[in-house]
Nanobody, 115 residues
Framework: QVQVVESGGGLVQPGGSLRLSCAAS????????MGWYRQAAGHERELVAS???????HYAASVAGRFTISGDVAETMINLQMNNLKPEDTAVYYC?????????WGQGTQVTVSS
């Protein structure tokens, strides 16, 4: 079984920065994409950013220009640099590893943006 581990969450003031990291417990064959999702209290889980094995990235409109996804999908290690954080970014952030017909989720890491 594969474990997906996120780290780097915490409490930060508005305008501050955090860096999230995600790694799998072992190498995985056939990964197509890795991504970060978030779920705020009372809301649906939503895509924040994703990165393809080729390196191409996609961002939600709400975070474009503030967040940067990076890493090596083949090595199952990605990061999410979050700058100029806003209170509305407060959520549990989840990492997902996905192939064709399968996916693994991490347990999530809490990000709280508050003064």
């Amino acid at each position: 079984q594969v474990q997906v581990v996120e780290s780097g969450g915490g409490l930060v003031q508005p305008g501050g920065s955090l860096r999230l990291s995600c790694a799998a417990s072992r190498s995985i064959f056939g990964i197509a994409t890795m991504g970060w999702y978030r779920q705020a209290a009372g809301h649906e889980r939503e895509l924040v950013a994703s990165i393809l094995r080729s390196g191409g990235a996609h961002y939600a409109a709400s975070v474009a220009g503030r967040f940067t996804i990076s890493g090596d999908v083949a090595e199952t290690m990605i990061n999410l640099q979050m700058n100029n954080l806003k209170p509305e970014d407060t959520a549990v952030y989840y990492c997902k590893i996905e192939g064709f017909g399968w996916r693994y989720w991490g347990q999530g890491t809490q990000v709280t943006v508050s003064s």
